[in-house]
């Protein structure tokens, strides 16, 4: 079955590169917390092999980011990289801008920003909230709830011991558990090596303002995960329903599919882009 999915994919891919040859899309793709560009390697080398364009950031104190996350106290100090990488793009340049886990937080801030430069945003297992942590009710949707495992967190302090947590990494033990269950294991191994602790006060202080609706001027599109352990089934539609995206799909994946469905993800990002080859979007009303 799963050799049938992968065929389908592949076909599908062939069929976009003959339909339009001489233009390709440039994603951008943003990881979430704890990760880094390292993430989506799978996934460039898929898009780069059919001729696609591919940037991966690393956010501040992620992947090769020398920062500490403990150092980081506020969202745009995490974020600057993605702003200072859309700024720098021509103004007649667009992208597909793709957000996993935390990352969707990302995503919705440039698209706050710089509306006019991204033609889709699309969120992978993702934070997907129009205006960020603003109520009690955005951090019960966006905020992962992993008690049900245990003490699963390494906290660091950078403001005290007797201050609120700075940052957090998921314990080793639980890493596979709860992040890569149904991932590969050299992936879940690899992870293991490079996932580094997450700047969480800054993530959890991420508040936007809506600016004469240029949010809404992006379309957006959200893949679930169905075996999810970190951002729960519930969580993503609770999103969805509050903040329509223009379509939504579905992975049997855990909570990264970058490594437990590459093939299937990346048909999914190649359907986006062929979607929108030659198409207006508008989105539904919110």
């Not at 951008?28 to 990760?35: C, F, P, R, S, Y």
């Not at 967190?153 to 007797?162: A, P, R």
Request: net charge negative.
């Amino acid at each position: 079955m799963k050799e049938e999915k992968v065929m389908a994919v592949s076909e599908e891919k062939a069929d976009i590169r003959r339909t339009i040859p001489s233009l390709k899309e440039h994603f951008v793709l943003v990881h979430g917390i704890g990760g880094g560009a390292w993430c989506w390697y799978k996934i460039r080398c898929l898009m780069e092999n059919s001729g696609y364009k591919v940037s991966c950031i690393d956010l501040k104190s992620a992947g090769i980011d020398q920062s500490h996350a403990d150092s980081l106290l506020s969202f745009d100090d995490y974020n600057q990289p993605l702003m200072d990488f859309l700024s720098a793009l021509p103004e007649n340049e667009q992208v597909i801008l793709v957000g996993h886990s935390a990352g969707g937080l990302s995503v919705t801030k440039a698209c706050h920003k710089f509306a006019k430069k991204i033609s889709l945003a699309v969120y992978v297992a993702a934070t997907m909230l129009k205006l960020g942590f603003s109520t009690d009710e955005d951090l019960k949707h966006g905020v992962p709830d992993l008690s049900e495992f245990g003490d699963v967190y390494q906290l660091g302090f950078g403001l005290g011991e007797d201050k609120p947590p700075t940052s957090a990494l998921v314990k080793k033990e639980f890493q596979r558990k709860i992040i890569y269950h149904l991932s590969p294991h050299e992936d879940s191994t690899l992870a293991c090596m490079l996932l580094r602790p997450g700047p969480i006060k800054a993530l959890t202080s991420a508040r936007f303002v809506e600016d004469d609706g240029e949010v809404e001027k992006v379309p957006r599109m959200y893949i679930k995960t169905s075996q999810d352990h970190v951002m729960k089934a519930e969580q993503q539609e609770a999103m969805i329903k509050r903040w329509p995206p223009f379509s939504v799909y579905e992975l049997d994946s855990d909570h990264s599919p970058f490594f437990s469905t590459p093939f299937l993800l990346f048909g999914l990002l190649v359907k986006a882009a062929t979607l929108h080859f030659g198409c207006s979007f508008t989105n539904p009303p919110s």
